[in-house]
């Protein structure tokens, strides 16, 4: 990660954010309330974040190849659970949002790339009538996973293995429509544009592609400026963290930028 760059992103993003006075759109007010802004029930989430306190005390030695951008945490591919959980998982905020927007958007079908240990897919999983699909290819990070969506006995989910470069083509080959999609692997600007335009011709109308970490690196920052700028993408919102891409031809091109 170039710290610089993130900063002076972080700095950039400040001196540009609006809030709700700037939003006229009815639908981008109510997504910022509800979604943004909005609360979830933690109890919902509770044996979630149980699983994730076992998974940061727990020392134990995994092998881990970095298949996307190199770690800025590990030098070498052996790594403690505790550390990879610390460092590498959405927090309990971050996760709660995801899950209230994948809600909002009344998702059916959600697709995962970066499962890692399955934390994220435990939340997505929460949302009624859906089933996500998730994308992993450490083998180790997918044993832990596996027993995590058991463990909480959660039968919506199922686990894709491999390279994301081979198995995403692979299962777009279904023309079941996505309604929403997180891009959280391969933090990289060329496999980003092309997860996003490979995911593109199976998103639904009403949809939305998430973005992780668009200001991990200057190539993610230009990613992401690229990403907003597509010609199937009708609104986007840049929350720092992450960027939401919206293709809903009703959204007619608004760009927001908010904090969250
Ligand atoms: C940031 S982590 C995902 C975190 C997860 N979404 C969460 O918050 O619980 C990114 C994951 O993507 C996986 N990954 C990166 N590039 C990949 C690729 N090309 N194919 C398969 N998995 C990949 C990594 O192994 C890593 O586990």
Not at 19 to 40: L, M, Q, R, W
Not at 51 to 59: A, G, P, Y
Request: charged share 25%.
């Amino acid at each position: 990660m170039s710290t610089f760059f993130h900063l002076k992103s972080y700095l950039n993003h400040w001196l540009d954010v609006v809030d709700e006075h700037s939003i006229h759109s009815p639908f981008f007010f109510d997504f910022y309330n509800k979604v943004v802004k909005g609360k979830t029930d933690p109890a919902l989430f509770e044996e979630i974040e149980k699983t994730r306190e076992r998974l940061l005390k727990n020392q134990s030695v995994i092998s881990i190849k970095d298949l996307g951008a190199k770690s800025p945490h590990f030098k070498s591919d052996k790594r403690p659970i505790n550390q990879v959980a610390a460092t590498s998982l959405n927090d309990i905020d971050q996760c709660a949002f995801f899950y209230r927007m994948a809600r909002y958007m009344e998702s059916k079908r959600i697709v995962e790339l970066g499962t890692s240990m399955g934390i994220t897919s435990l939340y997505l999983s929460k949302i009624e009538g859906a089933k996500l699909f998730t994308f992993e290819g450490n083998s180790d990070l997918i044993n832990i996973a596996l027993t995590n969506f058991e463990s909480l006995d959660q039968k919506n989910i199922e686990l894709i293995e491999g390279n994301i470069d081979h198995t995403l083509p692979e299962f777009l080959q279904n023309p079941a429509k996505i309604d929403f999609a997180l891009i959280d692997a391969n933090h990289r600007y060329e496999p980003t544009l092309k997860y996003f335009n490979w995911l593109s011709m199976r998103m639904a109308d009403q949809s939305v592609i998430v973005i992780d970490d668009i200001y991990y690196s200057e190539e993610m920052g230009r990613a992401w400026s690229e990403l907003k700028k597509h010609e199937l993408v009708y609104g986007s919102i840049d929350l720092f963290r992450c960027g939401i891409l919206f293709f809903d031809l009703a959204l007619n091109k608004q760009h927001f930028i908010w904090s969250n």
